[in-house]
C-alpha cells in the first residue's frame, strides 16, 4: 500500500511538490529531494506535508500523483509552481534499470573513493554489524509456503540476490515473504 503526499511552503501554504511513497516517513524526508526543492524549502522558512490518501494500491498512487502533477503544474515546464522534474507515475518501487543507466552511473562513480575509505571501524562496532548480520542469515522464512534457513538460503534456491529477499521481507507488497519466529 502507498500514499501520495504534497508539500506546502511555510510562508505562503502553496502547494510545492507532490510525490508518493510506501510509507508516511517519506512524505517527511528531506533526503532524495532536487536542488530545486531544497532551494524552495530554504526560501520558505521550511514545509508542511499534506497526505492526500493513504493506503491505496502503488498503481493507483501513480495514476493520482499524474493527476495531481497535471493539475497544479511543474515550474521546469513554465506550468505551474511544483519542482517535480517528472510528470510523475513512474516511481522507483522495484525499478529495473536499463544497461544503459547503469552505465550512466557507473561513469559518474568511478575515480571517486568509496564513503568509508580510510576511516575505521571500532571493534565493538564490528562486532554489533557481524551479530546483526548473522541473526539475519540464519532466521527462517517462508516464501510461497517453503520454509528456508535464512535470507542467504533462499537468495540461493530461489537464484535472486540476498538484498532482493532482505528488501521483498520489509515490504509489504509482498505479503508471501514471512520471518518466522
Known amino acids: 500500500m502507498a500514499i501520495v503526499y504534497t508539500h506546502k511552503r511555510k510562508d505562503t501554504s502553496d502547494i510545492f511538490y507532490v510525490g508518493i511513497g510506501l510509507s508516511e516517513k517519506r512524505a517527511y524526508q528531506q533526503k ?38 497535471a493539475k497544479y503544474g511543474r515550474h521546469d515546464k513554465g506550468l505551474g509552481p511544483l519542482v517535480n522534474k517528472t510528470d510523475g507515475g513512474e516511481g522507483t518501487l522495484n525499478a529495473i534499470w536499463s544497461k544503459k543507466q547503469n552505465a550512466g552511473r557507473s561513469t559518474k562513480l568511478k575515480g571517486r573513493p568509496a ?18 548480520s548473522s541473526v539475519l542469515k540464519r ?43
Open 32 to 69: 532524495y529531494r532536487n536542488e530545486h526543492w531544497h532551494s524552495v524549502v530554504n526560501k520558505g522558512g521550511g514545509f508542511y506535508v499534506d497526505i492526500v490518501s493513504r493506503d491505496i494500491d502503488w498503481k493507483d498512487a501513480c495514476l493520482l500523483e499524474q493527476s495531481l502533477i
Open 115 to 132: 564513503w568509508n575509505k580510510g576511516k575505521s571501524m571500532s571493534e565493538d562496532f564490528k562486532k554489533k554489524v557481524a551479530k546483526a
Open 139 to 181: 532466521k527462517s522464512i517462508s516464501i510461497d509456503g517453503v520454509v528456508y534457513n535464512g535470507l542467504v538460503d533462499a537468495a540461493e534456491r530461489l537464484g535472486i540476490p540476498y538484498k532482493t529477499v532482505y528488501i521483498r521481507l520489509k515490504n509489504d507488497n509482498y505479503a508471501d515473504y514471512i520471518y518466522i519466529k
